[in-house]
Every structure is written in C-alpha cells, then in structure tokens.
C-alpha cells in the first residue's frame, strides 16, 4: 500500500541544536516531494519541491534532501521562530497530480 | 501570504445544515484544491478543479460538492452538516494542472458543527 510517514512525530529542540526529520514514502514513479511548514491554525506555507533523488535545496537554516525512499529536513542551528509542524507530501504517477500528505512533525525549538 | 485567500475564517454552525466556503485563487493560478485537516487525519484531498472543470477527486463525501467559476474562484459546499465535518477546510492553488506543480495554501476556514 502507498503511503507516507513521517518520523518523529514530536520533536523538542533547545535553541542551536541541529537536527533531522525524516519522510519516508513508498510510492511508485515518484513525480515530486514536497516541504511545507504549518503554523497553528494557519494553512500549510510552501517550503521546499525536490525532484530526483541526491537533489538537495536550501533555505536560511532548512535543507531538504532525496533519496529513492525518503526525505530528510536538516535544521541547523533552529531558532524558537522555526517551531512548527513540517508537512511532507509527495506526487507520484499513480495519484496524477494530487498530493498525498504525510502526518507531520511537530517542531518544538524551546530559547 | 501565499496570495490565495478564503472566507470566511470562522464557521458555526448546527448539525443538518448546509454552508458554503469560498476561495480566491493566486493571479494566474488556473488549479484550486480543497483539503479537509482534522486533528484525527491530517491534511486530506478532497477535489481539485482546473480552468472551471472538475480535474480529480479523493476522499469527498457525497454531501459536499464544489465548483470552479469563470473567474476562477470555487466554492464548496457542505451539506447535512454532521459533527464530524468539524475541520479545518483549505483551499490551494497551482498555475497548471500537470504534476511537478507546487501547491500554494490559503489560510484556511475553520469549520465548527455544534
């Protein structure tokens, strides 16, 4: 069955502690795999598109990498503003052009 | 701001009843999805509708319907309004319809059936 998980669900940071979340998909033909951060009772914000494995991009202290079978957002050295939930979603052949979201990651960065 | 917009913001209402969101696309944008977020599911496609033509469907109940309008804004309707229809509704939008297109989110309306 397709789907997509994210890992871990929850996550506390102090200020300046570099980490990773992880998305992790089992889709076939991959199109396209999607960051998005959502702050609380606000819509998901576009972070991020990677395209083909070994692609990397990079925002301020975000960077997003692909591999066949998952995703990784880096966060060095996050700050109390990056707390957050991190939405992954993926686009792959068999769903068109839709999105198929995983659950989310709940970033908590304490000062 | 992602320059997609949605109203209202806030919605209650009673079981039984039926409401209408409404979302404005991003200038040029051409594709608007609905999603239904609910603390139990996540982020859900619901529809999705290109240049006025309905494009594709996920989990949409057969009491909520939607529609693109030749300016390009849509509308979904819910109807016979059930508690668990309590969610956050958000509307996206994309300039095509292929894939490979980023999805750009409004704020969302905030749905409560009492």
């Known amino acids: 069955e397709d789907q997509v998980t994210q890992s871990p669900e929850a996550l506390r940071l102090q200020e300046g502690e570099s980490s990773s979340l992880n998305c992790s998909y089992t889709?076939?033909?991959?199109?396209?795999l999607f960051w998005y951060r959502q702050d609380p009772g606000k819509g998901p914000e576009f972070l991020f598109t990677?395209?083909?494995a070994g692609e990397e991009k990079e925002k301020e202290r975000l960077k997003a990498t692909l591999t066949k079978k998952e995703s990784f957002l880096h966060i060095t050295a996050p700050k109390p503003e990056d707390s957050a939930t991190y939405l992954c979603?993926?686009?792959?052949?068999?769903?068109?052009?839709?999105?198929?979201f995983g659950p989310g990651t709940r970033l908590s960065v304490l000062p | 701001d992602s320059g997609v917009t949605q109203t209202p913001k806030h919605l209650i209402t009673a079981t039984g009843q039926r409401v209408t969101l409404r979302c404005s696309p991003r200038?040029?944008?051409?594709?608007v999805y609905w999603y239904q977020q609910s603390l139990d599911q996540g982020l859900q496609f619901l529809i999705q509708y290109y240049n006025g033509e309905e494009r594709a469907k996920g989990n949409i109940l057969e009491r909520f319907s939607a529609q693109q309008f030749p300016d390009l804004h849509s509308e979904l309707n819910l109807s016979s309004l059930e508690l668990g229809d309590s969610a956050l509704y958000f509307c996206?939008?994309?300039?095509?319809?292929?894939?490979?297109?980023?999805?750009?989110f409004g704020p969302g309306t905030r749905l409560l059936v009492l």
């Open positions: 990677l395209y083909s």
């Open positions: 979603a993926v686009q792959a052949e068999n769903y068109g052009q839709n999105f198929v």
């Open positions: 996206a939008s994309s300039v095509g319809a292929g894939t490979r297109e980023t999805q750009y």
């Open positions: 889709v076939s033909g991959l199109r396209g």
């Open positions: 200038s040029g944008d051409l594709s």
